[in-house]
């Protein structure tokens, strides 16, 4: 019994590069995020000296990078 391949050689290769091309990329785009962002203390101190906006307030609160400062200081485990 004769089975079809899924794909040929060349449409395989052609797979392979595109999700090589979007791993770089989003690797970079990862690298270029973590680079521009902010320490979690810096961010926590911003809060409590009133540094930030009413708007990065609400988000701030919300994220879990406050959860993680509060737990750290409070020493909850």
Same mark, same amino acid.
């Given at each position: 019994?004769?089975?079809?391949?899924?794909?040929?050689?060349?449409?395989?290769?052609?797979? =392979?590069?595109?999700?090589?091309?979007?791993? =770089?990329?989003?690797?970079? =785009?990862?690298?270029?995020?973590? #680079?521009?962002? $902010?320490?979690?203390?810096? $961010?926590? $101190?911003?809060?409590?000296?009133?540094?930030?906006?009413?708007?990065?307030?609400?988000?701030? #609160?919300?994220?879990?990078?406050?959860?993680?400062?509060?737990?750290?200081?409070?020493?909850?485990?």
């Amino acid at each position: 019994m004769y089975y079809a391949p899924l794909y040929n050689h060349v449409d395989g290769n052609i797979i =392979i590069n595109y999700f090589k091309k979007n791993t =770089i990329i989003l690797l970079y =785009i990862y690298m270029i995020r973590k #680079v521009f962002k $902010e320490s979690i203390y810096r $961010e926590y $101190e911003r809060y409590i000296c009133n540094e930030m906006d009413d708007d990065e307030k609400s988000k701030y #609160v919300k994220s879990k990078n406050f959860f993680l400062v509060t737990r750290i200081n409070l020493d909850i485990k």
